[in-house]
């Protein structure tokens, strides 16, 4: 097998491998810009801002179920911290009472 580059894509026809693409595929740069408000996302940002103002998580949950997070999938795991903050004391007052 040669180790040089490959010319096209029917050079290896028999052969099982997996095409590479090349650099000029800039998929790999959408993420390279920081999150907003201040770097570290929406969705953490609300859940520590909302220790002051409790609403935020409410909003951050609608972001949440509303797939905010297909604009830029980094800002998921805090848009869920969001909602386990705003489920996690209902839940518990939910079964307190029962």
Not at 76 to 79: D, E, S
């Given at each position: 097998m040669s180790t040089g580059f490959l010319?096209?894509?029917n050079q290896?026809?028999?052969?099982?491998?997996?095409s590479i693409r090349g650099v000029e595929d800039n998929h790999l740069g959408i993420y390279d810009k920081p999150l907003p408000c201040f770097?570290?996302?929406?969705g953490w940002f609300f859940l520590?801002?909302?220790f002051v103002c409790p609403l935020l998580w409410?909003?951050?949950t609608i972001l949440y179920f509303g797939k905010y997070y297909?604009?830029?999938p980094r800002e998921?795991?805090?848009?869920s911290a969001n909602v386990i903050a705003v489920s996690a004391p209902l839940m518990l007052i939910y079964f307190w009472c029962h």
């Open positions: 010319k096209d894509d290896h026809q028999n052969e099982d491998y997996a770097g570290c996302g929406i520590l801002l909302g409410y909003y951050a297909h604009k830029d998921r795991m805090g848009l």
